[in-house]
Every structure is written in C-alpha cells, then in structure tokens.
C-alpha cells in the first residue's frame, strides 16, 4: 500500500480547483480501499472518498486526513431477475422548449427481460454505459456524458433528463464506519432528489447491483451518443450545476416555465456572466459556475453567496447547493 503524502488535488476534480491532501492514495480494487481506510482509522484520521471530483468543491487549504481517490473498476453481469420495484421520484427535468429528439428516443423499458449488473463503486460511467451497450445491457444510457463513478452516482442519486440513479439500483455494498461490510438494499439509502443517508451517514460504497435490462442495443446507443453530445456542450471546468433545480412548489409560486436552476440565476436573477477571480457563471449554462483558469475555492464561494443572497432578497427562496463541500 502507497500512502502519499502532500499530494495537490487540483488534478483530481473536474474542476481543477483545490489544495493538497494531507495523505493520498489510490486504490485499484476493493481489498486495497479498504486496506487504505484501516490505515487512516488506525490513525485516527478523517477519510475521504473521491470518485471522479465531478461534484466536489475542495479548500484552497487542502484536506487534513487521508483522500482516497477510487480507481476501483470491476464490472459483473449476474443472472437475470423478475421482480424489482423502487420508490418513484418526479424529475425536476423540464425544457422550456420540448426537446422533440428525446421524445422520440424515449421508450418503454419494461418491457425487456432484466439483466443484474455489479460495478465497483469507482466504475467511470461514462466508458461503463457504452461497454455494456456494446454488450445488449441497457439502462444506463441516460447519464452518458456525465463524468462520475458509481459510488458517486450512489451518494447523490444521479439524474439524467428524467431518471434517477435509483431507478436501477436494488442494493449496494457498503463499509460502514464500524468497519463492517454490509448490504444495504436501495429503499434504505431514503432516496429523494440530489438525497441519500449517504450523506450523513459516512458508510462507503464499495460496490452497486443495479437491475438494467437486455434492451433495443440501437436505440440505446443513440441515446447515449445524444446524452453525450449534449454534455459535450456544457462548461467541462465545472462541477456541473452548482445548486438543486426547483421543487414543483417553488416553480409553481414563482410562476416559471421551468424548474431549471439556470434558468432561474439566468432569466430572474440576471447573474450569468458574473465572475469572481478566476470563476464565472457561463453564458453556456447560468447553472454552472466555470473555472476560467486559476479559480480558488474562495472565488466559487463567493459566486455561490451571491447567488443565494440574490434568490433570497428577490424571490424570497432559499437555494439548495447540489455539490458537495471540502472545506475542512
Ligand atoms: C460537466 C458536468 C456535467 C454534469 N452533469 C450532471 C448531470 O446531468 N446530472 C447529475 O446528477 N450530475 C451531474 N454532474 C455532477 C456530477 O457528475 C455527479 O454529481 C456525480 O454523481 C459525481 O460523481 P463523482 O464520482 O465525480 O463524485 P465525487 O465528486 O468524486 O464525489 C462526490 C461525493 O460523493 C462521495 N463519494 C464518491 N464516491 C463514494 C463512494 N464510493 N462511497 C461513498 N461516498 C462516495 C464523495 O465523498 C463526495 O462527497 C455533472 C458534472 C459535470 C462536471
């Protein structure tokens, strides 16, 4: 096991923003991520997991503790299965203008046999989906393009149009911080929006069992290359929307045509465009904030307080932030 010490973090977020971490290591499989976090609790150190750091805002000051950066990338197709049923979750995904293309590539996936998949908790999705299309495994097709793992996905419930993470996953494995391996069935995560007890709870993904299907491969792999696309478009130097979209309460008292955060900071607020040090809120996506070069955690901080200062004087609405902070 090589635990590093001092190790910048600027590379490990897509944000290329962040201090050092205290001690670092890589992990490649599960027995050494859960060799490194024995070490850190040897120690008695704080641990920190980092999947891909597409949602992580790290300190300019750094991590003291140990950042484990998860490079864990098994994938297994298992037997298929009949029943599954989970917790439906309404989407807060609504164009102002309809998309008339995802219309059409919509399509009614019970209708093919299920299929389980486990992946590793530190599976890059973006590569995943396509290998399992490539494999007749569909499902996944509606978060191409978004850069995260698995463990990622799990803790903050991916969407992507209008499903969720927990549509597909049944159970996940966890090292809980007793240092137990256990089960945890998805119901039990109390998923929601952007939710998840992952959150509070401070147990790690080690790996996810999801119910995809052996679906139309041609048509998921259109989806998937138009999810890409769509992506491909949006500021890369981000960690994708910064804040939740709306609830349907809120859109409904404010009297918007959209639950779209951007549109909101866009059309309401009238911030896009606005910069701070090296970060701004791009003309692309009023959702975003944009690391223009040699942004600091300070300067996105200072955007964000802004931003929820405005929403609050003008629209009396208290803004959820959808990333997650380092800033021990
Ligand atoms: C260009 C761009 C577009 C995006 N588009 C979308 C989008 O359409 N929909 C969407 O939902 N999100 C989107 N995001 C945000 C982001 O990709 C997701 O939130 C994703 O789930 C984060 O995954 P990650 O592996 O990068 O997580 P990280 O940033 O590495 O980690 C996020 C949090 O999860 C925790 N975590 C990570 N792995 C584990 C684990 N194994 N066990 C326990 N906790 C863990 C971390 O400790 C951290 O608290 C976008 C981001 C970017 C940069």
């Known amino acids: 096991m090589k635990i590093l010490n001092n190790i910048s973090l600027v590379q490990y977020s897509t944000f290329r923003i962040g201090g050092s971490a205290e001690y670092f290591i890589e992990v490649k499989n599960q027995a050494e991520l859960i060799e490194a976090v024995a070490w850190a609790k040897a ?29 864990t990338g098994e994938i297994k197709v298992l037997d298929s299965i009949q029943a599954f049923s989970n917790k439906k979750i309404p989407p807060r995904f609504q164009l102002v203008e309809p998309d008339p ?31 399992l299309i490539a494999q ?32 597909y996953l049944i159970e996940a494995e966890i090292l809980d911080p007793a240092g137990q391996i256990k089960t945890t069935a998805a119901d039990d995560f109390h998923y929601d929006y952007d939710q998840s007890v992952l959150k509070d709870s401070g147990d790690l993904v080690l790996a996810v069992t ?37 609830s349907a309460a809120e859109q409904k008292r404010l009297y918007l045509p959209t639950p779209s955060i951007g549109y909101l900071i866009d059309k309401k607020l009238n911030l896009k ?29 200072q955007l964000i307080e802004l931003v929820k200062k405005r929403a609050k004087q003008q629209l009396d609405l208290d803004l959820k932030l959808e990333i997650v902070l380092w800033l021990n």
């Open 101 to 131: 293309e995802l219309t059409n590539l919509t399509y009614d996936e019970s209708q093919f046999p299920p299929v389980l998949v486990t992946l590793d908790s530190g599976v890059y999705l973006p590569k995943a989906i396509f290998q």
């Open 210 to 246: 999801l119910r995809l299907r052996r679906g139309p491969k041609e048509q998921a792999l259109k989806i998937a290359k138009y999810r890409q696309l769509k992506k491909a478009h949006q500021p890369q130097r981000s960690l994708g929307c910064v804040f939740q979209n709306l």
């Open 273 to 301: 465009g606005t910069k701070i040090g090296g970060a701004w809120i791009p003309e692309k996506h009023a959702g975003f904030v944009e690391n223009l070069g040699g942004a600091t955690a300070a300067d996105v901080l």
């Open 43 to 71: 120690r008695r150190l704080p641990i920190y997991i980092l999947g891909n750091g597409s949602n992580t805002l790290i300190a300019d000051a750094g991590i003291k503790g140990l950042v484990i950066r998860n490079l």
């Open 136 to 167: 007749g495994i569909t499902g996944l097709e509606w978060f191409a393009g978004i850069p995260a793992t698995a463990g990622g996905a799990t803790y903050i419930n991916l969407h992507g149009a209008n499903k969720f993470w927990s549509d």
